[in-house]
């Protein structure tokens, strides 16, 4: 059991939908971070939540955005959802220390999003 | 930037051959190093991961890697694959200044033929 959980497993979105997934860290984490997985390729970081907000980023689209709740679970949207957006895309989670970044990663089973 | 390089895409072993899986990278700061397993069907699982101290690193089921600083390597190794060790290896470098951002190696699919 990873503890990281995501929903729903599995899904299958028409190009221009928008797409929400959800991820409830491990307990006792604060940080969830989001990654796309293609196939054949190993996960690209989209972004990072800590304290209900978006702390880094990576290389992608204004049309993916991402929302952290008071309870530390979070979501990722995904808006005009193209071909290429099919992908897993997996939720991380972690404990934040301050002048720390020893701290061991968790993830989840991912969401497989395919966009047809 | 940072990158990490695995030199393998798909490696094909016997059962209870020596395995070893490479891994460099492109940062010249400080460096937590992980080798992550996905087995089909499964997510993401820590085998092993390197912050300090001694560079030769034990992990779960039999694993050991050693980062060697002068290279930028972290090689994972057994040194008998079983079948059941079948799945996906996957590297990843976190700078000391990237906050938690792991920048992850394209990955190595592994095959153990009974």
């Known amino acids: ?3 990281v959980t995501q929903s729903p497993t599995h899904l299958i979105k028409t190009r221009g939908q928008q797409v929400t997934l959800r991820c409830s860290p491990k307990s006792g984490h604060d940080t969830v971070s989001w990654y796309q ?3 054949g390729q ?3 970081f989209i972004f990072q939540y800590y304290e209900e907000e978006e702390r880094q980023r990576g290389n992608f689209p204004d049309r993916f955005s991402g929302h952290q709740f008071p309870n530390y ?3 990722l949207n995904v808006n005009a959802l193209l ?3 099919s992908a ?3 939720c991380a989670s972690s404990l934040r220390s301050r002048g720390r970044t020893g701290n061991t990663i968790y993830f989840g089973e991912g969401s497989w999003l395919t966009v047809v | 930037a940072q990158s990490v390089s695995q030199h393998n895409h798909h490696v094909i072993l016997s059962e209870a051959a020596s395995l070893e899986l490479g891994c460099n990278y492109s940062y010249g700061g400080t460096v937590n190093l992980f080798w992550y397993v996905q ?3 499964q997510h993401l699982q820590l085998l092993l991961k390197y912050f300090s101290g001694d560079p030769l690193v034990k992990g779960i089921k039999g694993f050991e890697a050693e980062f060697i600083k002068s290279k930028f390597s972290f090689n994972l190794r057994k040194p008998s694959v079983q079948w059941s ?3 996906e290896y996957f590297c990843a470098v976190r700078g000391m200044d990237s906050n938690y951002q792991l920048i992850w190696g394209a990955g190595t699919k592994l095959i153990i033929k009974p």
């Open chain 1, 1 to 3: 059991d990873a503890g």
């Open chain 1, 37 to 39: 997985q293609a196939l």
């Open chain 1, 42 to 44: 190993g996960p690209q």
């Open chain 1, 73 to 75: 679970s979070s979501e």
């Open chain 1, 83 to 85: 071909l290429g957006d």
């Open chain 1, 88 to 90: 897993l895309y997996l």
């Open chain 2, 39 to 41: 087995y089909p069907g």
């Open chain 2, 85 to 87: 060790d079948t799945a």
